[in-house]
């Protein structure tokens, strides 16, 4: 997600370079929300950020603030309906918002707001109508309220649960804003000079900033509303001391951020490349070349061979128009996006006793589809070393960590996983490990996906299949 408040500039193209570095973060469709102070034009579309925008697209929004977002669904079909911005006219004014993350109390809210089943598209749309239903659009349209959507906002915000970063306008305001427990990430960067800023800029992650030129302020706290218009940066928490309780998801640092965003004050590279130099201290192995596959498991990979005094070497060559296969909607399209996706280097492999760095398995099809490669490329043996801990539970905030049913470590135990994906060995980077690779002592964090402990508590349907998963195997086993 990004959002820009920036009078003078073309904030529909910072908003086309803002989701241009955020690519990764959803590949099915994207979209922007433009504001003029008047009015609020809309623009999304199934696809890439470059197959729905072109320059004339981008040419034909002017205005001076706006939001964009791209999507991948966990919850709600990956439809044109579902895409975002959604947008929503409220009594005399409109507003479009962005979301990431899912709502784990989408059935009482609907209740609350008298919906009936199906008559929204997803939890994100929920959360447009119940705004949109808010008092402070209640008045007389004629008039309407110039604070209305941050006094929406406040009003509506506090019943949600979940996990929720959002970014939102409406003709002359931009607002972003977390969940109390900062789930997913956040934060505010400044376009000009500090004693004279030419606008405000919001991203779920640093690159986004440094596309835009944008300097990094600061993340916005868990449960922190930020409204930017005219006046500058407000600020205010909508949530009680006691439902603020930072918990940042884990698994941005294990996967899902790019490895040049920094959160928690943390480049991730460097904790990715600090979790591979643990996981050989952890689970050693006598080979002759450590390779990671791409991109993730690459600089856990270098940290492994640094480690171990093991050469680091390329194995596998991945096809970089090709797009992320954890994010892709099912499972025969990632399944062929393995084969599409990367391609082995022969000579560097043939009679090699490899060990191969991958950041987390899911359902195993990388994994087994890399092996398989690579044993047809002449490796003598292959060890998979992990730079996470086994996933044994769902996630219900946003990432598409399935049910126990397709997740592999939930499913069987490690000689299973070991049979099944044809390798020599297999041991995963144990929790204590992955969060001394972070190294942000004192910050938190959602494990939930690891350790069945869920920070925001989880429908009952969903809680019973949690207790279903059986205890993690032994992380250190070699
Ligand atoms: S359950 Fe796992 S993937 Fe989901 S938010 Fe928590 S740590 Fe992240």
Redesign the pocket.
């Known amino acids: 997600m990004f959002g820009v408040y920036a009078p003078g500039r073309g904030v529909a193209q910072l908003t086309f370079d803002g989701l241009y570095a955020l690519q990764h973060r959803g590949q099915e469709s994207a979209g922007m929300a433009v504001g003029d102070g008047e009015a609020i034009t809309v623009v999304k579309d199934m696809g890439l950020v470059t197959t729905v925008f072109d320059e004339r697209t981008v040419s034909c929004l002017p205005g001076h603030l706006a939001i964009g977002h791209t999507r991948y669904s966990t919850t709600g079909a990956s439809t044109w309906r579902n895409a975002q911005p959604v947008y929503r006219a409220a009594a005399g004014a409109g507003f479009a918002l962005g979301h990431n993350g899912n709502l784990t109390n989408t059935a009482e809210l609907a209740a609350r707001a008298g919906m009936l089943p199906g008559v929204v598209a997803s939890d994100s749309d929920l959360v447009a109508e119940l705004l949109a239903g808010a008092s402070a659009f209640a008045g007389d349209p004629a008039e309407p309220r110039p604070h209305a959507l941050e006094e929406a906002v406040a009003e509506v915000l506090p019943l949600l649960a979940g996990?929720f970063s959002f970014v939102m306008l409406d003709a002359s305001h931009l607002l972003g804003v977390r969940d109390p427990k900062g789930?997913r990430p956040l934060c505010l960067g400044r376009l000009g000079k500090d004693e004279d800023p030419e606008g405000w800029v919001l991203a779920s992650e640093t690159p986004a900033l440094d596309i835009v030129g944008a300097d990094f302020v600061r993340e916005l706290e868990p449960g922190e509303l930020v409204v930017i218009d005219e006046d500058g940066v407000r600020t205010r928490q909508l949530f009680s001391e006691a439902q603020v309780d930072p918990?940042l998801?884990?698994?941005?640092f294990v996967y899902?951020a790019r490895p040049d965003s920094r959160l928690y004050g943390r480049e991730v590279h460097g904790a990715r490349r600090r979790m591979g130099e643990l996981l050989a201290t952890q689970a050693p192995v006598d080979a002759d070349l450590v390779m990671g596959v791409p991109e993730s498991g690459v600089p856990a990979a270098e940290g492994f061979a640094r480690a171990s005094g093991i050469p680091y070497g390329q194995g596998l060559v991945k096809n970089r128009y090709i797009g992320r296969t954890f994010i892709t909607p099912d499972q025969t399209a990632r399944a062929e996006g393995v084969r599409r996706k990367l391609n082995p280097l022969r000579d560097n492999i043939d009679g090699k006793r490899i060990v191969v760095v991958d950041d987390s398995i899911v359902r195993g099809t990388t994994q087994r589809a890399v092996v398989r490669m690579l044993r047809e490329a002449g490796a003598r043996q292959v060890h998979l070393r992990i730079s996470s801990p086994p996933l044994m539970?769902?996630?219900?905030?946003?990432?598409d960590?399935p049910s126990h049913e397709e997740l592999i470590a939930a499913q069987s135990s490690i000689p299973q996983i070991e049979e099944y994906l044809g390798v020599d060995s297999l041991a995963y980077l144990s929790l204590d490990n992955l969060v001394a690779a972070i190294d942000a002592p004192g910050a938190g964090?959602?494990?939930?996906?690891?350790t069945g402990v869920?920070?925001v508590p989880v429908p009952a349907a969903q809680a019973d299949a949690g207790a279903a998963a059986p205890s993690p195997p032994d992380t250190a086993r070699a």
């Open positions: 996990a789930l918990r998801c884990i698994f941005e899902f539970w769902p996630c219900f905030y946003g990432i960590i964090f959602c494990t939930a996906c690891l869920y920070p």
